[in-house]
């Protein structure tokens, strides 16, 4: 789990885009395992982001027209499996994120915790080996914000994922196994333990 940290405008979610596949680096190579990312044309990155990465990023992005199932089986959907099996799998992920019971409920039903805690499992639910996490809790009140950290946390174990994330917090940062610090254009690892507070 690495902590991706820094002032604003220090490029963080610049770093993210472009490790996500999202975005092309102006220079260098990024490599996933043997996929160099730099090389895919717009077809190839988007499988990659489908097979390998899911994304959580502050703002939850769900679609209020669609239930929390809905939204969470619509990346399952839109690789064409049967919409049976998509719901069971939805409905898995809900209950591994706490919320089996607010399944029917639409966005606009849910807290901004739920919401968040639905945009973590939508981003599980096509069996990543990534995560990344771009203020993941830079929305949340500092309650909601600890409770979804911790369910990161635990996911990321539980699942043995790679999880990048981007953050502010310095306490969740320093909670990471390893934290990489931007500044001035350049990268440096720093201790996570020095962040602790």
Known sequence: MLAIVGESGAGKSSLLHILGALDRASEGDVYC??????KLDDDA???FRNREIGFV????YLL???????NVAMPLLMRGPARGSAMKEAAHWLDEVGLADRGHHRAGELSG??????ALARA????PNILMADEPTGDLDNRTAEMVF???QRIHRDYQL???IVTHNLDFAGRCDRVLRLRRGLAEEVSPSSLRT
Do not use: D
């Not at 395992?33 to 730099?38: C, K, L, R, V, Y």
């Not at 209020?64 to 809905?70: M, N, R, S, V, Y």
């Open 33 to 38: 395992g043997q996929t160099q990312i730099a």
């Open 45 to 47: 990155a988007a499988e």
């Open 57 to 60: 990023w502050q703002f939850h």
């Open 64 to 70: 209020p027209e669609f239930t929390a199932l809905e």
């Open 113 to 118: 915790g739920e919401q968040q805690r639905v």
């Open 124 to 127: 599980l639910i096509t069996g």
């Open 150 to 152: 911790e369910l990161v």
């Open 162 to 164: 790679t999880s990048l």
